[in-house]
């Protein structure tokens, strides 16, 4: 079986700093990989460069390919914003390490959780919003339909990091990327899904 996705000799710069030299892994469905190093070691540069979030200051050569539900394979280093668009969220998402700098302060969070799957136009209206509940009760967010209007400040660090991996797998998409994923969270949920995983 033909690999998900492949990253063949990653390299990427910012300026005169190295954060990644040539790195290479294939990844195939129903697989898990753990990138590990130490803090600054390009973990979270090699995921956004996947995600194609790296912006135009970073210098990137090497290629990540991406499989998908078609025989070809799409780079999604070189890629276009429309076409890098399709795939964030709905094939690829990402649980991000930063809550807050992710979540949009003035925005409820079933709203944004709604626009995750409406960006993909899986779903509208009620069944928008029940498919939002749902991912909000699956990472244990108590009374969600009651929290449903309330704003990312309203919550503890635990819970926006619950919230973030909500809307990561709304769209159940099918390569989810984690930035270290249960650092925020409480620890009395970080237990059993560390033990899960």
């Given at each position: 079986?033909?690999?998900?996705?492949?990253?063949?000799?990653?390299?990427?710069?910012?300026?005169?700093?190295?954060?990644?030299?040539?790195?290479?892994?294939?990844?195939?469905?129903?697989?898990?990989?753990?990138?590990?190093?130490?803090?600054?070691?390009?973990?979270?540069?090699?995921?956004?460069?996947?995600?194609?979030?790296?912006?135009?200051?970073?210098?990137?050569?090497?290629?990540?390919?991406?499989?998908g539900?078609?025989?070809?394979?799409?780079?999604?280093?070189?890629?276009p914003?429309?076409t890098?668009?399709?795939?964030?969220?709905?094939?690829?998402?990402?649980?991000?390490?930063?809550?807050?700098?992710?979540?949009?302060?003035?925005?409820?969070?079933?709203r944004?959780?709604?626009?995750?799957?409406?960006?993909?136009?899986?779903?509208?209206?009620?069944?928008?919003?029940?498919?939002?509940?749902?991912?909000l009760?699956?990472?244990?967010?108590?009374?969600?339909?009651?929290?449903?209007?309330?704003?990312?400040?309203?919550?503890?660090?635990?819970?926006?990091?619950?919230?973030?991996?909500?809307?990561?797998?709304i769209n159940?998409?099918?390569?989810?990327?984690?930035?270290?994923?249960?650092?925020?969270?409480?620890?009395?949920?970080?237990?059993?899904?560390t033990?899960?995983a």
């Amino acid at each position: 079986m033909a690999p998900l996705l492949q990253v063949s000799d990653l390299h990427i710069g910012f300026g005169a700093s190295h954060a990644v030299r040539g790195i290479a892994f294939e990844l195939r469905e129903g697989e898990v990989l753990g990138l590990v190093g130490e803090s600054g070691s390009g973990k979270s540069a090699t995921s956004l460069a996947i995600m194609g979030l790296l912006g135009k200051a970073a210098q990137t050569s090497g290629s990540i390919h991406w499989r998908g539900s078609s025989a070809e394979s799409i780079d999604l280093l070189r890629a276009p914003q429309d076409t890098l668009r399709k795939i964030r969220g709905h094939d690829i998402a990402m649980i991000f390490q930063e809550p807050m700098a992710a979540l949009n302060p003035v925005m409820t969070i079933g709203r944004q959780a709604a626009e995750c799957g409406a960006a993909h136009g899986l779903a509208s209206g009620r069944d928008l919003k029940r498919k939002a509940l749902e991912a909000l009760e699956a990472v244990s967010i108590s009374e969600a339909a009651r929290r449903y209007g309330d704003y990312p400040h309203q919550f503890s660090g635990g819970q926006r990091q619950r919230i973030l991996i909500a809307m990561a797998l709304i769209n159940r998409p099918r390569l989810l990327i984690a930035d270290e994923p249960t650092t925020a969270l409480d620890v009395t949920v970080q237990a059993p899904h560390t033990a899960a995983a």
